[in-house]
């Protein structure tokens, strides 16, 4: 393998791992033995995310600990115990019971990374609402399509980001009755059901009891875009707690006393998941910035809050990797202990810059919004092949359909065929663990749709090898088909990737009359490179003699503005759209809008 093992240890632990022999829990794993890693509701009532991450630890008298850590975008700083986490989240579950807002009724947060955005992610899950977070980067529009489709009843936001996106989108969603402001309120009349957060809460009672929760009742919902282009929105139900402490538990390596950073915002489901629950579930502290990335706030933030667990983003390794490791190296990252990522392909180049300039390997991990928590992943204790996303989470179990060239994969009675070692198929979970998405919600038959013998369909594309780790090859739409050969993007950009004047690349197919489809590829350099015609014949060159002539891109095109997600994935659907002069469809999570 031309990018080596990492093996561990590679160090000398600090900390003896969670997971050590990877078969053996494996083996031995049931959920409902990771239940007992939770409490319950006092006197069998049942399981509330929030309890769990929050109340119960008070009861057990560790109320004084430090839950959140802030650093505000301009150099505040604040930090809540647990117990005035407990505190200020009951509150907010009783102003909604004051509004009548009811169990089950959805209540949105448009907020950036302020503590009021954890406040009312707990205590709307205390009064068994279903909580749905939305980027506060969004505009109007997926706004408003996010608030339709989840009939919101409350909305918490702030006054600037209410004026300037929700305003003018009142008339198109009635269901919203309520709209809370953090912050200070200038008010005016005209907005109806307007009110600022503050005087609710401190009109509400210091103590909630929690009702009664089901296991199985819905508790989050978070909006994914399809390939068909309408958000659809994943319902997730309480008992994903199990699934946040597992994870966080094993994937993510997390002890008692360890500094949890996760850098994604709570707008998506990484930030939601770890960036909310699985630390808090855990009982330590966690960091959240308010900030944007910044390479030298970033370190900063490691250093000063001596960060020891660190989970990001493969964008984010890049752009570190791009600003250069002088600036790395002007801090003190000895704090660090594991490092992990999610989101999109972290090239084998991310995992190796992590062990060279953070001291510590990058550890790829996989899952998306409809699994709710990470399914594969790799392992503080397990060798890293750079590049794979590593293996299965005890209890999760994951193959590889065979596809037929049009996408669908062969059921026969009732059965699907699993891909052999090495081939590439699309990768499927078998249901049943317990933050799987329960439906989309209003769309019944698309969830049914997710489903094929018994296994759920990812969607993705992948290879797994017979040592049992998983290689992502592409999403299972993007996948090129060259003159009878199946061309995995990822594995294209990868390559591009590897030149030095390469910053990112996207990958797509082009209508070839001879081959179908041709590879094309568009790039942007990294600074200090400009886009001509030898450097074009070079990155030609480059590929063709690393992937062979069939996968090879036969075009190159510089593009220094490539379409990306706000989480930072690369939107080869819109490329490709503007290749062909066609719509671009859903725009939502490409809109820069603040
Ligand atoms: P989302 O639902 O927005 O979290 O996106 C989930 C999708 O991101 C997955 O279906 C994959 O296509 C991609 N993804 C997530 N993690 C990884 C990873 N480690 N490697 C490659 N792709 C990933």
Same mark, same amino acid.
């Given at each position: ?17 969670? @997971? ?94 302020? /503590?009021?955005?954890?406040?009312? $992610? @707990? ?23 996010? @608030? ?70 819905? $508790? ?22 199990? =699934? ?80 250069? #490791? ?42 998306? *919004?409809?699994?709710?928590?990470? =399914? ?12 794979? =996303? ?8 994951? *193959? ?35 933050? =799987? ?75 070839? /009359?001879?081959? %179908? ?10 600074? %200090? ?15 063709? #003699? ?41 725009? #939502? ?6």
């Amino acid at each position: 393998m031309r990018w080596g093992t990492i093996r561990k240890p590679s160090v000398a632990w600090r900390v003896t791992p969670n @997971l050590v022999d990877y078969d053996a829990v494996c083996r031995s794993f049931t959920w409902d033995a990771a239940r007992t890693a939770l409490d319950g509701l006092p006197g069998g009532r049942g399981l509330n995310i929030a309890y769990e991450a929050v109340d119960r630890h008070v009861a057990a008298g560790n109320g004084d600990r430090v839950a959140v850590r802030w650093r505000g975008r301009h150099g505040a700083r604040e930090e809540w115990t647990y117990a005035q986490l407990s505190e200020r989240s009951d509150r907010f579950a009783g102003a909604l019971r004051a509004m009548s807002v009811q169990a089950g009724e959805r209540v949105f947060a448009l907020l950036p990374r302020i /503590p009021d955005l954890y406040v009312a $992610a @707990l205590g709307t899950l205390k009064a068994r609402c279903v909580f749905s977070p939305l980027f506060a980067a969004f505009g109007p529009q997926p706004i408003a399509q996010r @608030l339709h489709i989840g009939q919101g009843r409350v909305l918490v936001t702030t006054e600037s980001l209410y004026r300037r996106k929700v305003a003018g989108i009142r008339e198109s969603v009635p269901d919203l009755t309520h709209v809370l402001i953090s912050g200070t309120w200038s008010a005016d009349p005209a907005a109806a059901g307007v009110q600022e957060l503050e005087t609710l809460l401190n009109a509400a009672p210091t103590e909630f009891e929690i009702e009664p929760t089901d296991p199985e009742d819905p $508790a989050l919902l978070h909006f994914t875009s399809g390939t068909t282009g309408t958000p659809k929105g994943a319902v997730h139900v309480h008992a994903a707690a199990v =699934m946040h402490h597992h994870t966080g538990r094993y994937a993510l390596d997390l002890h008692l006393g360890d500094v949890f950073w996760c850098t994604a915002d709570p707008g998506w489901v990484t930030g939601t998941s770890y960036g909310i629950f699985a630390p808090l579930l855990h009982g330590i502290t966690m960091v959240v910035d308010e900030g944007e990335f910044d390479a030298d706030r970033w370190y900063g933030i490691i250093e000063s809050e001596r960060v020891s667990v660190w989970y990001t983003a493969p964008t984010a390794v890049r752009m570190l990797m791009k600003t250069g #490791s002088d600036v790395a190296l002007a801090h003190d990252l000895t704090s660090l202990r594991f490092v992990a990522s999610v989101g999109e392909p972290l090239n084998p180049e991310g995992v190796l810059w992590g062990q060279e300039v953070l001291g510590l390997p990058i550890h790829d991990n996989w899952w998306q *919004t409809e699994t709710g928590g990470i =399914m594969i992943a790799n392992f503080a204790a397990l060798d890293i092949q750079p590049g794979s =996303m590593g293996r299965p989470l005890p209890g999760v179990e994951a *193959t590889v359909l065979l596809r037929d060239a049009h996408g669908r994969i062969a059921v026969h009675d009732g059965v699907v065929e699993p891909a052999p070692p090495g081939e590439e198929g699309e990768l499927a979970l078998r249901p049943g663990w317990p933050s =799987m998405f329960r439906t989309y919600l209003g769309d019944e038959e698309r969830y049914r749709d997710c489903f094929v013998g018994g296994w759920y369909r990812t969607g993705d594309l992948v290879r797994r090898g017979d040592d049992g780790y998983f290689w992502f090859v592409g999403r299972g739409d993007d996948v090129i088909k060259s003159a009878g050969h199946l061309i995995g993007p990822f594995e294209v950009e990868s390559a591009l990737m590897e030149h030095p004047a390469v910053a990112e690349a996207g990958v797509i197919g082009v209508p070839d /009359p001879v081959a %179908g489809e041709a590879v094309k590829a568009f790039v942007s350099l990294h600074r %200090g490179y400009q886009p001509t015609d030898e450097l074009r014949l070079e990155l030609l060159g480059f590929a063709r #003699s690393r992937l062979g002539a069939a996968v090879a891109p036969k075009e190159i095109a510089f593009d220094p503005d490539l379409p990306m997600t706000k989480s930072g994935k690369i939107m080869r659907r819109v490329l490709k759209a503007r290749e062909l002069g066609l719509p671009v469809g859903d725009l #939502s999570t490409l809109e820069e809008t603040s």
